[in-house]
């Protein structure tokens, strides 16, 4: 069995007396012939590498292998140690683990792909720090996990999470949807709450392209992790308002997979275009790769 | 049949920079290794579109040599592949193209030497792949299921003896995947399997249709 949009989900939580993470979990183990407990083991390992792999990157001052990022996550550090955020400690623990994160990613360190790697920082950031914030047991971090690997389950069949594929809507959108989806169920949204926070994020993000500098998973990626992160938790609050997104969320996914098809090849993780070849990326390219290195290289 | 799991959303566990251009080319190293089956002496490697053009910086130069040598995405040599123990044993190049008729994480991989094969391959987004080709017959394996690969003479009845014995040794097939270039010639056939199949089929397989090839392939 399979859910494969979101009306569908909708439909069965109608008709059953269950939670989203039941009928998910039911389903995966039935798929991959698991027994639950196993099942929920392997969510949990993957958890904890995700919590190790902002503890890592926290700790860390290492330059990232394409030396464009890895110090910036202790900048913030130190300055929220001088000047606290204007908003919450919520907010500086989403920014500072989800550049922890993707910094580490940078420098070849262990991380957890979710669902990729460029957009490995967003949904630990917010699940981890929402736990942390919220004092959530064990079992409904598992929970949630569950849930934003639902919500990134659904929307690959429609748009695979590839920037080459369809842009970084397809790995950051994608990312800070199931962000929202699953901070939505930790704040105690219901089933609507949920699917206007992943419309409402998608439809913020749709168009956006994937022109790394110099090809590296640096600049813009870095960055744009924590912006995603924060992006998730403002369509988490609109959602649980009650704001609805007009355009239901399987008609967003389409938009997202239409706009994704109609992006040129050169905005798509090419590096030819956008960010990838302004004055400056070509500047920085030039002084790194000889022509001759590009076109082949052996050891012997 | 979208065999996609939450599982394979939040994972894997690795070794950045990149699920498509690191991780993603590590599976199509260790399941071309898999399918190569030989000792692997001189390998050529041709990176295509946006693998060619960002796969330095993502690292997929060093995911694939890692794959070949048989090391897992979560492995901390792939950064420093290149200055290796095992690396040093074999020889390797590569090269980069665009050719928009491909895929736009395309691979091929050339094994060189007495045993000659060349793998096409491609990432399709999240660290999974796809291997498109073997010797230019087309394929389907994506390294989530316990697979049998053939490359045969075609001739009549040579799936239903193969899927006798599978089924004599109570095994489910999951998908089942074959093609030939023309009637009488060559043809390929890909059987993936929901579960571990013993040696011992896999002789009678042998036996019964004499395959040119025959790989038995674990998931990834």
Known sequence: MQINTFEELKNILKKENKEIYEIAQEIECQNLCLP?????????????????????????????????????????????????????????????????TSEENARMGKIVACPTAGACGIVPSVLISLFEELEIDDEKQINALIIAGLI???????????????????????????AAGAAAYLLGGNINAILNSIALCIKNILGLTCDPVRGFVEVPCIKRNPFMAIHAMTAVELALAGIESVIPTDDVIDAMEQTGALMSPSLKESSLAGLAKTKTAIIMSKSCFTKRYYSEHSNK | MNETSILDIISPIMVGPSSSHTAGAVKIGLLARNIYG???????????????????????????????????????????????????KIKYRFEYEENFAYHPNAVDINFVGEIEMKITAQSIGGGEILITKINDFDVKINGKFNSIILIIEDTI?????????????????????????AKGQNATCCICLDSDISDNALIEIREEINPKLLRYIHKL
């Not at chain 1, 590839?162 to 842009?167: N, R």
């Not at chain 2, 009845?157 to 030939?180: D, L, M, P, V, W």
């Open chain 1, 36 to 100: 639950k407990e196993d099942f929920r083991k392997l969510i949990k390992k993957t958890l904890d590498a995700m919590k190790e792999a902002i503890k890592n990157g926290l700790n860390n001052l290492q330059i990232t292998n394409g030396k464009m990022g890895g110090q910036d996550c202790i900048k913030l550090v130190k300055n929220y140690q001088k000047a606290p955020s204007v908003f919450s400690k919520l907010f500086e623990k989403i920014l500072t683990y989800a550049l922890a």
């Open chain 1, 152 to 178: 990134g389950k659904i929307i690959s069949f429609k748009v695979k999470p590839s920037g080459a594929i369809a842009g970084c809507q397809a790995e950051c959108g994608t990312a800070s949807a199931m």
């Open chain 2, 38 to 88: 030989a000792k692997i002496k001189n390998v050529k490697i041709t990176l295509y579109n946006s693998y060619a053009q960002t796969g330095i910086g993502h690292g997929s130069d060093k995911g694939i040599l890692a794959g070949l040598l048989g090391f897992k995405v979560d492995d901390t040599i792939i950064k420093d592949i290149f200055n290796s123990l095992e690396a040093s």
């Open chain 2, 157 to 181: 009845g040579y799936i239903s003896k193969i899927t006798s014995i599978i089924q004599k040794y109570n095994i489910n097939i999951a998908t089942i995947n074959c093609e030939r270039k």
